[in-house]
């Protein structure tokens, strides 16, 4: 029974790695975000949790304090809704788009690192009147999905950050 599941776990692996499915790698942000704080939205808000785990994860360390910061990451939007993208023929509902913004910039010692960013993300999904509780469930997932993506977007942008006087061509 052992050697079975060691064998079906071997497959699996194989299969993934045979299909290009790999792990995301932690990505390399430079030196200079190394103790990073988040300014201009909610402090407690999703957006932030996610942001400061994903910034964890590469080794940065989000701090609460300007002073002792070597990068500020600046929200300067964070903005979500829905709009109704299609009816039927009494005027209801079936359809909703809906959007999220996130403008950010990154500054260090009062210079600026990244110039304001601003990224949008936008997702359609059929809306059933007579089931609106899944509808609003699965725009929440939307959501969150979305804010997640945003999160990953953010890190790429972070990744090509150059502190000043570093050149150009540094990896």
Not at 95 to 101: K, Q, S
């Amino acid at each position: 029974m052992q050697s079975g599941l060691k064998a079906g776990i071997v497959f699996v692996v194989t299969l993934l790695v045979g299909c290009g499915y790999h792990l995301q790698r932690a990505r390399n942000l430079p030196p200079v975000m190394q103790r990073t704080i988040i300014v201009g939205t909610n402090p407690y808000g999703t957006l932030v949790r996610q942001l400061t785990r994903a910034l964890s994860g590469t080794n940065i360390e989000v701090v609460q304090s300007p002073a002792v910061a070597t990068a500020e990451l600046h929200i300067l939007r964070d903005d979500s809704g829905q709009r109704v993208s299609s009816v039927d023929s009494r005027d209801r509902p079936q359809a909703y788009e809906l959007h999220y913004t996130i403008s950010f910039s990154v500054t260090h010692q009062d210079k600026t690192l990244l110039k304001p960013q601003t990224v949008s993300l936008t997702r359609d999904y059929v809306f059933d009147p007579d089931n609106v509780l899944a509808g609003n469930q699965e725009a929440q997932r939307l959501l969150a999905a979305m804010r997640s993506d945003l999160v990953q977007v953010i890190l790429r942008r972070l990744a090509a950050v150059k502190a000043p006087g570093e050149p150009a061509g540094k990896p």
